[in-house]
């Protein structure tokens, strides 16, 4: 079974903080996405990367920027974390055109 | 632009069908994906069909796709209460880019 980890369920931090959100998958897949959930908004895309050190712009990248140093690997980085911000944050995998798995999420609160 | 429309709640009774829709706009999508959510958890894959195919039945569960109309639907057979999620459909075109469309998701309450 694919497996995708996020770092952490829950995460409480203060506006201005520089805030990383890890996501690790363990079945060599290609692609990688972090998405934000919001009530009613559905499942948007922040950023995504279909190779290591190669990343794309999804439809609200604005305050994140992301880190694919190895392929397993994709970080999601709050450069100065707003109250905005503040939302589900979900990551996923995927091998070429085949179905995105995805992790448990990371419920982030910036106070 | 590209759009993926869900209606928002579905309450059914238990042991009922549930029939979940969703229309799509880009008519190029090659993969159209149903998505459960529980409580707190991420999302799990149930279910996709392609877009040469009209129906896929997969145990309680039957998609029916309807490109003419850019419709797609998920049939929960005899509905339980674990059932109760949201449940998401997404839509993957032949942009290039593995992108997924995703709708706002439905939230199913099934009524003991």
């Known amino acids: 079974d694919v497996k995708v980890t996020q770092s952490s369920r829950y995460l409480v931090k203060r506006t201005g903080e520089k805030v990383f959100l890890e996501c690790v998958q363990d079945m060599d897949h290609e692609n990688m996405f972090w998405y934000r959930q919001d009530p009613g908004l559905g499942l948007r895309l922040i950023y995504f990367s279909y190779d290591v050190k190669m990343k794309e712009k999804g439809d609200i990248p604005e305050g994140y920027s992301v880190s694919r140093e190895k392929k397993e690997r994709f970080s999601l980085i709050l450069e100065s974390a707003s109250t905005n911000q503040t939302s589900m944050y979900l990551c996923?995998?995927?091998?070429?055109?085949?179905?995105?798995?995805f992790g448990d999420g990371t419920r982030l609160s910036i106070l | 632009g590209e759009d993926v429309e869900q209606s928002l709640f579905l309450s059914v009774r238990e042991g009922d069908s549930s029939v979940i829709n969703c229309t799509y706009t880009d008519s190029s999508s090659t993969y159209l994906y149903w998505y459960k959510q529980e409580p707190g958890a991420g999302l799990q894959l149930l279910t996709y069909i392609f877009s040469n195919m009209d129906m896929k039945q997969d145990q309680r569960l039957t998609v029916l796709l309807n490109k003419k109309d850019k419709h797609l639907s998920l049939r929960i057979a005899d509905t339980q209460t674990g059932d109760s999620a949201i449940y998401f459909c997404a839509e993957a075109g032949t942009s290039g880019t593995y992108k997924y469309i995703f709708g706002t998701g439905t939230r199913l309450k099934v009524l003991a």
């Open positions: 996923a995998s995927s091998p070429g055109y085949q179905p995105q798995h």
